[in-house]
């Protein structure tokens, strides 16, 4: 095993868990310090899968190392192929069905451009709750504008709960279409600053807000 480059032997030496780069034999890995949570800005383009047999670019080609490399790690749930934003990978699979389970109750914010602009009927039908087809019925939504044209909008989606496209098809229902749609919020986890293709380790606060232990 080397950490930092350098080879050790002690089983007793110190690493920090976060910022040592650890390889087993030329693969790089990441430490086991309990349930591992990644927070990830999915670019555009990419599928959520590890692995496709059609050959399209999956997450995982697009996760930097270590974190590619570690192949116990999973998304938590999807985020469709044309949509980009946070998405957070586990180690846990117990971890991931709480996460994602309706009971959580863990709010995903994300920012949409829609065209046309939604007039102020889908806004509150968006607000108590609309049909989007298949006799389905989306719980209410927490909805800001946050800038309008007179074509098109970006405006603030706040969901309780995560159904196939649901945004997507929230937009189709109310005559307009999604241009682009980022996750900007799971939970207490905020994309921030995280550029497009980068990574990082849930923090402390990070993970407590999950129901997680520190480490």
């Not at 999915?42 to 050959?55: A, C, V, Y």
């Not at 116990?72 to 469709?80: K, Q, S, Y």
Request: glycine fraction near 8%; charged fraction near 35%.
């Amino acid at each position: 095993m080397q950490v930092d480059g350098e080879t050790v032997r002690d089983l007793d030496r110190w690493i920090d868990p976060v910022q040592s780069r650890i390889t087993l034999d030329g693969t790089v890995v990441l430490p086991r310090t309990g349930t591992a949570i990644v927070v990830f800005n999915k670019p555009r383009g990419f599928i959520t899968t590890l692995s496709d047999p059609e050959g399209r670019p999956t997450v995982r080609d697009a996760l930097p190392e270590p974190f590619a490399s570690d192949r116990a790690l999973r998304p938590v749930g999807r985020l469709d192929r044309a949509s980009a934003g946070l998405l957070l990978f586990t180690d846990d699979t117990d971890v991931a069905e709480r996460l994602l389970s309706p009971a959580t109750k863990l709010e995903k914010e994300y920012r949409v451009k829609v065209r046309p602009a939604l007039d102020l009927e889908a806004l509150e039908a968006w607000r108590r709750g609309i049909d989007i087809g298949d006799e389905t019925k989306t719980a209410p939504a927490q909805v800001e504008v946050e800038k309008v044209s007179p074509k098109s909008a970006v405006v603030r989606v706040t969901l309780k709960e995560g159904r196939n496209r649901q945004i997507r098809r929230m937009a189709e229902a109310s005559g307009s279409r999604v241009e682009w749609l980022v996750r900007v919020r799971f939970g207490p986890i905020e994309l921030g600053e995280l550029a497009p293709g980068e990574a990082r380790i849930a923090d402390t606060l990070e993970r407590r807000g999950l129901g997680l232990p520190a480490r």
